[in-house]
């Protein structure tokens, strides 16, 4: 590469016509990806960007190519986004984390990709499983609140067996609780 002279940015342009039949498939499947997807050099510039990660990111894709990433998102420069970002391209690795950018409000769940001429990063907002998992979470702790309260145990099925099948799964009973039944009699008063 020339010094000095940027890569060619690649963003629903057509590419030259001798590059056409070949670059005209990969960048369709490239732009059909739902997640968001960057592809860096060397020097942290974006070389590629799909619809999909303009979007997320909230801005023009025209915005993002040719320029540091770090000079349009400043305030990742000193985030988990930067170390994380470091770190797969140092160490060679898949680095795969979840990271909260507040100028946009939005949690991005990130799988980073190092190649030999920079870094792929797979991206999508988990804004909303997150939600999912914490209500569960929060329901899970009331319920067994509850349980606790009232005096109440629980039963517990390990399904360990790769089967759903309960009667093939180790079945628990909780420390908790109380068993405290009473069986009717034929005849009207319970048997105690």
Known sequence: MLAGRQPRAQ???KPPARESGWHRPRLAALES????????????????????AAELLATAPERL??????????EARQSRFHEEF?????????????????PLHRWYGCRCYPT???????FADVAERRHTEETLKRSEMVLAQAGKMANLGA????????TEDIS?????????????????RVGGSPDR
């Not at 470091?86 to 507040?102: I, L």
């Open 11 to 13: 963003i629903g342009q």
């Open 33 to 52: 990806i739902q997640d968001g997807l960057i592809v860096l050099d060397k020097h942290w510039r974006c070389t590629y960007v799909n619809k999909a």
């Open 65 to 74: 190519i040719g320029r540091v990433v770090w000079a349009v998102f400043p």
């Open 86 to 102: 470091v770190r797969a391209v140092e160490q060679k690795t898949v680095v795969e984390f979840e990271e909260y950018y507040e």
């Open 116 to 122: 030999d001429k920079g870094l792929t990063v797979l």
């Open 155 to 162: 039963w517990d099925i390990e399904f360990t067996n790769g």
């Open 168 to 184: 093939r799964n180790p079945l628990h009973w909780s420390a908790e609780g109380r068993v405290n039944c009473t069986r009717p």
